[in-house]
């Protein structure tokens, strides 16, 4: 069914298709916008008391965007791939994983997390640095049509808690988050790893208060052009 909806999708009508294809009935972004956040940001704070149970596989990831946007989208938990979305993906100037790349590289993704025992029993510099890495990885999937950000930090802190740690990202702004997104899609993952540092900390302990790194003024006009493969970025645990 979903096919017929996105297989001939082009970016310039992509936000188009978001409104057609709503279940809030919304006839403008604003609408759908408005209506989002307001249910979205229930569902979120309810996640982040209660994660929802899952083996941390990409299965569960869809998982955590279904709860969060199936009262939204009738596609919530489902990938480009899957409702046929299957071309270049791109917002703004930012190009992600191409659709029709998102099963093989979803499946190395996550098989490198459950090989390197989803960084279970490292120190805490380690598993900052790994987690840092992963994230960018799967900001650099982008593998739904929208909510991609919400759903990943929902995951990370769901990670982060399966090793002992409390992560919060809530309080992060779309700024820095974009901020570090676009360092990231360079390789350079020194924003995420600060982000994580001034933010993690064992659920034994108060957390560690460091100034943040992150430039709380980016411009607001990116011009990036990151690669959409997530081979050539180094992953720690491979070092």
Known sequence: MFSSWFKSIH??????????TNLVGAKTLK???????????????KLQKYPLKGNFDYVHLQAIHRELFQDIYAWAGHDRYSTGYRDFFKKGNTEFTHGSELPSETEKLFRLLNDNNYFNNLNRKEFVENLASFFNQLNILHPF????????????????????????????????????????????????????????????????????????????NYDMHPSPSIDPFKKPWER
């Open 31 to 45: 609408e759908l916008f408005t209506a989002e956040r307001k249910i979205t940001s229930v569902r979120q704070e």
């Open 145 to 220: 049509m929208e909510g991609n950000g919400r759903t990943q930090r929902l995951f990370i802190e769901a990670l982060a808690k399966k090793s002992g740690y409390q992560l919060n990202l809530s309080k992060v702004s779309q700024d820095d988050m974009i901020h570090a997104s676009i360092e990231g899609v360079t390789g350079n993952i020194k924003s995420f790893q600060d982000m994580f540092e001034e933010r993690l900390f064992s659920e034994k302990h108060e957390p560690i208060k460091i100034k943040s790194k992150l430039d709380s003024s980016p411009e607001k």
């Open 11 to 20: 970016n310039e009508t992509f936000e188009k298709e978001l409104i057609s």
